[in-house]
């Protein structure tokens, strides 16, 4: 069964402390992982996609990169701002569906 | 260049009562999904419509059908209320059935079953 597990559930950081987010997965085909961004009352807003071992993106204070195995969400620096919940997500090639398989997310909180 | 819009914002319903939900997708977008995001979890996949058509669905039960509209607007029915249905429904919409591409969410209907 196809499974992704987001740790950690929750996360208070200290405004500039940099930290990590981790998305380790099991699916039977990787078509690609996503990183997704959810204010509270809001849906997902779109921040990134991987396709394949090694590949790293970046946007403003956060980074993504992918391996075999799991993906890291690095975020530098933090400001108030960046606090929501952060989602990850994969779609598998293959199937009949082509929606996404999302994790439970890390609720992210940033004080000043 | 308009966003993906939902209607109503906010929905209570009686179990065994059906409900129907609505989303305009983003100009340009001719793909739709569905997804149901319970209090605390990640969004699950409901279905997809693509062309009008059905082309990919999620471990959901028949009593949650759609439909997509020729101006690629879409709607969500669920038949026959259940207190477990109680969610948040997100609407998607992107411009090639969502392979490689990122998803345009909207801000959702929260629906309540009592």
Redesign the interface.
């Known amino acids: 069964e196809d499974q992704?597990t987001q740790s950690p559930e929750a996360l208070r950081l200290q405004e500039g402390e940099s930290s990590s987010l981790n998305c380790s997965y099991t699916v039977s085909g990787l078509?690609?992982l996503?990183w997704?961004r959810q204010d509270p009352?809001?849906?997902?807003?779109?921040l990134f996609?991987l396709?394949s071992a090694g590949e790293e993106k970046e946007k403003e204070r956060l980074k993504a990169t992918l391996t075999k195995k799991e993906s890291f969400l690095h975020i530098t620096a933090p400001k108030p701002e960046d606090s929501a919940t952060y989602?990850c997500?994969v779609?598998i090639s293959g199937?009949?569906?082509?929606?996404?398989?999302?994790?439970?997310?890390t609720h992210l909180i940033i004080q000043p | 260049e308009t966003g993906?819009t939902q209607s109503p914002t906010h929905l209570i319903k009686t179990r065994g009562q059906q409900v129907t939900l609505r989303c305009s997708s983003q100009s340009g977008h001719n793909t739709v999904?569905w997804?149901q995001q319970a209090l605390?979890?990640?969004?699950?996949?409901?279905?997809?419509y693509y062309r009008e058509e059905e082309?990919?669905?999620?471990n959901f039960p028949p009593r949650f059908s759609g439909l997509q509209f020729p101006n690629y607007s879409s709607e969500l029915n669920v038949n026959a209320l259940e207190l477990d249905d109680s969610a948040l429904y997100?609407c998607?919409s992107s411009s090639n059935?969502?392979?490689?591409e990122?998803?345009?969410?909207?801000?959702?209907t929260q629906l309540s079953v009592l």
Request: aromatic letters at 20%; hydrophobic letters at 30%.
């Open positions: 992704v078509r690609g996503f997704y009352g809001k849906g997902p807003e779109f996609t396709y989602l997500a779609q199937g009949g569906a082509d929606g996404l398989t999302f994790g439970k997310g | 993906v999904s997804y605390g979890q990640g969004p699950q996949f409901i279905f997809q082309n990919g669905r999620g997100l998607a059935r969502g392979i490689y990122k998803l345009f969410f909207g801000s959702g």
